[in-house]
């Protein structure tokens, strides 16, 4: 009985490692090669406009990008960004999913609209906020300013990370909403109706069995957003360009100046580095929940 | 249970009686501060849509739900820019990508759900890993090999980075949809002698036909949306629409209707898509982290 047993494991075992092959050899290669030779150019002189400077440079591209004043403004940014962006979603989707979750005429027409941006891409949003929304002097913003009487605000040139963060929490708080509401769907409705029967208020039923229900998925939704939000490109790219001076450069658009404008493939890959050990930070964390779901 | 219910039920009645008004007070409430947030998050989209069909002089003009509208726009943006050859490197990439995702994933998947080993959680967690490794991380590596293979600016370049990228995302699905399908229904056919190849394609597959189109549909939304290798990877030969749209963010304020009409073009079916897939994506994007 073991001996058949044991056997037919490795039988299996064989046949799981030529079907998987294909897909981990390939992820493999996509992770290692790349990774390896951030790791190498980090530390080799490597400036494509001066092709006769080469060799091991040590720690001198991490020396030079460390003491750069625009490596802190940047990481200074990304903090700001990723930070800001994290709060309005993660709060703001809690109260929709708790809205959405109320039956009303046309929920789930509603639903479909809220969650909508979400599926936008990233370039045709910002594009679509920084003209016809915040335009200083002909977007809808500016118009519904002087309508009440106000000034119109000229976003971009005097709240340029603000409007970053505007229209990256604008995109990102629908995939809260969608997995928070998703979530929501699992709680106990006779637990609610419990509480209601002895007299919880919505506030004390919210506080006490709702957002306890919601905790899971919300660690899911930091930890996601964080990663991606860490490496935010697109926005950037399109509305400002990094600026107004460093106002809105944060580490990927750094990178992204160091390497294809700047040619400097050295300093570029240190600033890679640093932005792999601040993502896999986050990640330990999310890997560890992803596998403490899988046993169960 | 039932028992239990009906009492509560009983007791609760002569409450929601006299509650009825604020009952219905409370349901109006929410029902217009439903509809108002959303109607206030979808805007920006409604209104890109709306300035789409105006004249360029009405888009920059103040704010009004009342123009004649105007086909131009989208005219515009085919017969001056080439609309079309955009999307099609979209569809090109989008689908491309999404094939040999879907080809690789399924017999990685497959082997997962049904024959797993002991290694199978820990190759598992790793793809998932692989998704953590910020891409502007590893630009730089990527630029300079494709450069020297002369896959800049190439579709084929953009499907290999999609369809690794995506991997992950997709076996981690396929897995979840696999495995919540009944075990007795393909040991049945390998029962009755059938191979490998047969139980996937004959059960597996027809089976879970549901579970790998909302897969497949996810990896396409990702694809079409991308927008970090493609403005990086490609210039103009390839460049889809993600990278076609930031071409209007050179000369401010003055194509407002072309963007919203090549815009609205580039978004519809992919948000179409989503309404449809939103339910199964959820699974997809968190890994099965929340069902």
Redesign the interface.
Known sequence: MTKTRASGRTVGGLRTLSLQAPAVTLLLLWMIVPLGMTLWFSFQYYNLLMPGMTGFAGLENYEYLLTDPALWAAMGNTLMLVGWVLTITVVGGTLLAVLFQQEFAGRGIARVLAISPFFVMPTVSALVWKNMMMHPSNGVLAWLAESFGLPAVDWFSSLPLTSIVIIVAWQWLPFALLILLTAMQSLDEDQVEAARMDGAGPVAIFFFITLPHLKRAISVVIMIEMIFLLTIFAEIFVTTSGGPGLATTNLAYLIYIRALLDFDVGTASAGGVIAIILANIVAIFLVRMVAKNLED | MTILRSA?SAT?APRSVTGLRSAQSK?AI??V???S???V?????F??IL?GFKTETA?????TLIFSPTLESYQDVQARSGYIRFALNSVAVAFGSTFFALL??I??A???AF???KR??G???W???????????????????FRDVGLLDTRTGLIIIYT?MN??IV?WMLYTFFKDMPKDILEAGRMDGAS?FQEVFFLLLPLTLPGIASTGLLSI?LS??E??WS??LTSSKAAP???Y??S??SP??LF?AK??AA?TM??AP??I???MT??Q??RG???????
């Open positions: 509560t609760s349901r929410i029902t501060l439903g509809w947030v959303a109607l998050i979808f805007f920006p989209i209104w890109m300035t888009a920059i003009a103040d704010p690789l994933a017999p990685s497959y082997a997962m024959l797993p080993t199978t959680k190759t598992l967690l793809m998932l890993s692989t998704k953590m490794l910020p891409s502007v991380g590893v630009l730089v590596p990527i630029y300079l090999i690794l991997l992950p076996v490998t939304i079409w949306n927008a970090f403005l990086n629409l993600t990278a749209i930031a209007f963010s401010e304020g407002w963007l919203s815009s580039a978004i992919i948000l898509l989503g309404w939103q339910k994506m959820v994007l968190t890994f099965g982290a929340v069902k």
